[in-house]
């Protein structure tokens, strides 16, 4: 059973810089890809950067420029650098997996203060 679990969440001040982990418990070379969602409350849940099993990446208009999406295969680890945050990037950031299945992990809350 695929297990992920983030980490990196927490309180930053706007402009500021946070860096989102996710730990896989199998390999994510199995994977045709992976990538970070959002959920701000009140809102519907936004894909926000995802890369591809050829390492293409993708990412929303709303962070494109300011987030990077990255992966350690031999880790079992994939990234989110995220830098000059805004408020309106609160929510709970959740990190996913497609392949034969599809594997969430249970979210950390990033919170931007202004």
């Known amino acids: 059973q695929v297990q992920l679990v983030e980490s990196g969440g927490g309180l930053v001040q706007a402009g500021g810089s946070l860096r989102l982990s996710c730990a896989a418990s199998?390999?994510?070379?199995?994977?045709?890809?992976m990538g970070w969602s959002r959920q701000a409350p009140g809102k519907q849940r936004e894909n926000v950067a995802r890369?591809?099993?050829?390492?293409?990446?993708n990412y929303a208009g709303s962070v494109k420029g300011r987030f990077t999406i990255s992966r350690d295969i031999a880790k079992k680890m994939v990234y989110l650098e995220m830098n000059s945050l805004k408020p309106e990037d609160t929510a709970v950031y959740y990190c996913?997996?497609?392949?034969?299945?599809?594997?969430w992990g249970q979210g950390t809350q990033v919170t931007v203060s202004s």
């Open positions: 890369i591809s099993n050829s390492d293409i990446k």
């Open positions: 199998g390999s994510i070379f199995m994977f045709n890809s």
């Open positions: 996913y997996a497609n392949g034969i299945g599809n594997y």
